[in-house]
């Protein structure tokens, strides 16, 4: 406990001298999916300290570049952070996707490839599982990959790709065997986006943005150097994954969008009289309702997550926390316009009508959409629970 102690005191002592000022405003992470490539400024000065102290991936083994610690290090470390206002140096699917699956079923030689890139900031990973008729059928994907000897030659399309614009590297499902039943002839590869076989079409969402692509592939190469698990159980180092991504969703869900305000405050604020006092019971009982949900949802994490062996993702129980946790989270955007009325539905760019806290809100209401979809849909979560948590005979 003594060195617990230590290691707070010298942590704080190390953020106040190494966070610059400027993104102690950013508790939560809010910049934390930027790559290196869209940063400048301070932003790519803290992610450069945080690389060479190995604090980008704080608990990864020192000779990938992380940063060593205990798991009780990394949650004091994540707390410090927290009250001190200070954003994850990096977040995203590198970190918390791919780069787990990799420690946890990837050879040596894979590790020390491709850790480096993450720990470091420098390599950016995208996601090609979801194809247009596989999706919450994730088995029925039919991008095919030919074994040519020492490296597979891929043909085929990936749908709602985010960030494929800006990845470096894909991680990607591909059938190495269409003779078998479906989960038994997949497999986990990855390559370069740099490979001349692949291009992208963006796709266009309800916000304007354009975070997905879809992605082409045509002959494109993946060494077998590059193949995690072995020839056609891809499956079983695919739901791996799944299950470090929808942890990730259900806990880390809640993204505030730079929003600073809190239910109870925007209450106070579009509800209450002029000293902030609400009247109307069924609000009440409303803010009250989430903020006993929030907490006994956040005591079940620690609790399943305790449970666990230390510092290691749960196995189904992800999808009880990516479900509760995102259905949560939609709730509470749908809660903050529905408090703010009018306000709450401000439009990104009206600048003159709208504070940063309500175009922020609208921007929550319509992200938080997806994230009942996003890792697979709330119902296919509930399908595994029923199967593989309660025991459920299957239809
Ligand atoms: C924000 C976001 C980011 C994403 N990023 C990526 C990414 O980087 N890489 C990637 O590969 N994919 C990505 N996806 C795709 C995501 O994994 C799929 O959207 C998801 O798996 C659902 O598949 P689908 O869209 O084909 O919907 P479908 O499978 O067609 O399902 C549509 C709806 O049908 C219903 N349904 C489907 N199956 C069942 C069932 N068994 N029981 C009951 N109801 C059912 C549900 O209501 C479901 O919402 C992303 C999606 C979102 C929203």
Known sequence: MANLETFKSEATAWLEENCPASMRKHGGGADAEFTRKKRSGDSLLWLDRCAEKGWIAPSWPTEYGGGGLSTEEHVALVGIMKKMNIPAPLGGMSLTMIGPTLLELGTEEQKKEHLPGITSGNVHWCQGYSEPN????????????????????????????????????MFCLVRTDPNVQKQKGISFVLFPMTDPGVSLSPIKLISGQSPFCQVFFDNVRAEKSNLIGKVNEGWTVGKRLLQHERSSIGGGGSSRFGISMTLNDAAKKYRGDENGKIDDPLLKLELTRQDIDTQ??????????????????????????????????????????????????????????????????????????????????????????SKRILELPTG
């Open 134 to 169: 596989a999706g919450s059928d994730l088995a029925n994907l039919q991008t095919k990959a030919e074994d040519k000897g020492d490296h597979f030659i891929i043909n085929g399309s990936k749908i709602w790709t985010s960030g494929a614009m800006h990845a470096d590297w």
């Open 296 to 385: 006994a949802f956040a005591l079940t994490t620690k609790r399943i997550t305790d449970e666990t062996m230390s510092g290691v993702t749960p196995g189904f129980a992800t999808s009880m926390l990516k479900y509760y946790g995102s259905e949560l989270t939609k709730d509470s955007a749908e809660m903050m316009v529905s408090i703010m009325g009018p306000q709450g539905l401000g439009r990104d760019d009206d600048r003159d009508n709208f504070s940063d806290d309500e175009r922020g809100s609208t921007r929550a209401w319509l992200f938080t959409k997806a994230l009942t979809i996003a890792g697979g849909c709330s119902e296919v979560q509930l399908d595994i629970i």
